[in-house]
């Protein structure tokens, strides 16, 4: 990585791939001044090593936000206008998710909903919220090329949201939740450009996180590393794409 940005946010960096990133990117070199962690709940065993990682990391902020309780996203973006400030933010990771196994047995009206508010209406709520961030930050580098040292918005999707590439059906609340969020991902892309913001799907690849499970194929490692160098990669050819870990094209 030979760029960074000054600020990153990540959803659901409590544990899995949200962790992984926020010690990634507090050990990168160059490293951003800001690092701000989100997790649902603070104060448990859930977030202990997050937050023992920001008593020791004065560039670690942890939050507390949880991505179904749209109400608090303005305060939130307040307590981060404060970490930022004049800066801005840059990088918007919408990291937290959830995968409810459902086949067309027994999917039900919560199950639908419930994947909905985490998976697509949250990380569509909290770009919003985060608009006057993300646009202070594309003006104040508007000397920069378009990127994450501007202002990016990640949507972590899924290639289980990719409709061409659905040759196994099931799994109805996750796949439209991220189908959704890649459509989202789109019109952000289109909306957003003109304000030197750039948005992007990026599928992690299976990896062994609690989601993924044991025997997923991609390591954490491997899934965090090459994400990372996706990210520093994105530029205006990137805009409204869907991405796999390693850098490659998926079909929507
Ligand atoms: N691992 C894979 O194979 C894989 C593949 C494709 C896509 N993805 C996507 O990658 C992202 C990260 O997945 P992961 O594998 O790291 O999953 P994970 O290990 O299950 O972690 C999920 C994270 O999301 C948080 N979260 C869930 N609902 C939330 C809510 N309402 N508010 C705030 N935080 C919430 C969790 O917080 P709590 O600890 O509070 O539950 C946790 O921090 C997800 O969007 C997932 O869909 C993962």
């Not at 709520?125 to 594309?138: C, D, E, G, I, N």
């Amino acid at each position: 990585m030979t760029t960074t940005p000054y600020s990153i946010l990540i959803t659901g960096a409590n544990r899995g791939l949200g962790l992984a990133l926020v010690k990634h990117m507090l050990a990168s070199n160059p490293r951003p001044h800001h690092v701000i962690a989100t997790s649902r709940s603070l104060g448990g065993e859930g977030s202990k090593e997050l937050e023992e990682l920001a008593a020791k990391e004065p560039r670690l902020s942890v939050l507390q936000l949880n991505v179904d309780n749209y109400a608090t996203f303005p305060t939130l973006a307040k307590e981060v206008d404060g970490i930022v400030k004049e800066n801005g933010l840059n990088v918007l990771v919408n990291n937290a998710g959830i995968h409810i196994r459902r086949g067309l047995e027994d999917v039900t009206v919560d199950d639908m909903t419930q994947t909905f508010a985490t998976n697509t209406i949250g990380p569509l709520m909290l770009t919003q919220s985060f608009l006057p961030l993300l646009k202070r930050a594309a003006s104040h580098a508007s000397d920069k090329p378009l990127g994450w040292q501007r202002a990016v918005v990640i949507n972590m999707t899924s290639i289980l949201g990719s409709i061409s590439s659905n040759n196994s059906g099931g799994l109805y609340p996750y796949r439209s939740s991220k189908a959704a969020l890649n459509a989202i991902t789109k019109s952000l892309s289109v909306d957003l450009v003109k304000d030197g913001i750039i948005t992007c799907s990026v599928h992690p690849g299976w990896a062994q996180t609690d989601m993924g499970g044991p025997n997923a194929p991609v390591t954490i490692e491997e899934s965090v590393q090459g994400m990372l160098k996706l990210f520093a990669k994105l530029d205006e050819n990137s805009n409204g794409g869907f991405f796999l870990y390693d850098g490659s094209t998926i079909n929507w």
